[in-house]
């Protein structure tokens, strides 16, 4: 089992930014995938970013250029900055650990992101 608990979200002003953090504590050896995904009111939760055991990153369109995705290994921490923020982004953030793609993982209890106009 993997235990993750997110902390960093907030309320801030489109342009603004904010840094989202997740760290891991259990059975972490197995996991390959680190993301972020989010849900606004009323739709789909959405991949935002995601970082592999190797280090290569995606993102999300519509994120591109304006989020990062990092982590401390050392902290088992997986971090999502978040620069020049619209509207929106407005959603509940998770962050999620899985062993590979097609799998659901383990999940975050989420933390609120809110960027107003």
């Known amino acids: 089992q993997v235990q993750l608990v997110e902390s960093g979200g907030g309320l801030v002003q489109s342009g603004g930014s904010l840094r989202v953090s997740c760290t891991a504590s259990?059975?972490?050896?197995?996991?390959?995938?680190m993301g972020w995904y989010r849900q606004a009111p009323g739709k789909q939760r959405e991949l935002v970013a995601a970082?592999?055991?190797?280090?290569?990153?995606n993102y999300a369109d519509s994120v591109k250029g304006r989020f990062t995705i990092f982590r401390d290994n050392a902290e088992n921490t997986v971090y999502l900055q978040m620069n020049n923020l619209k509207p929106e982004d407005t959603a509940v953030y998770y962050c999620?650990?899985?062993?590979?793609?097609?799998?659901?993982?383990?999940w975050g209890q989420g933390t609120q992101v809110t960027v107003s106009s």
């Open positions: 999620n650990f899985k062993r590979y793609w097609g799998w659901d993982g383990y």
């Open positions: 259990g059975s972490i050896f197995s996991i390959n995938i």
């Open positions: 970082i592999t055991s190797g280090g290569s990153t």
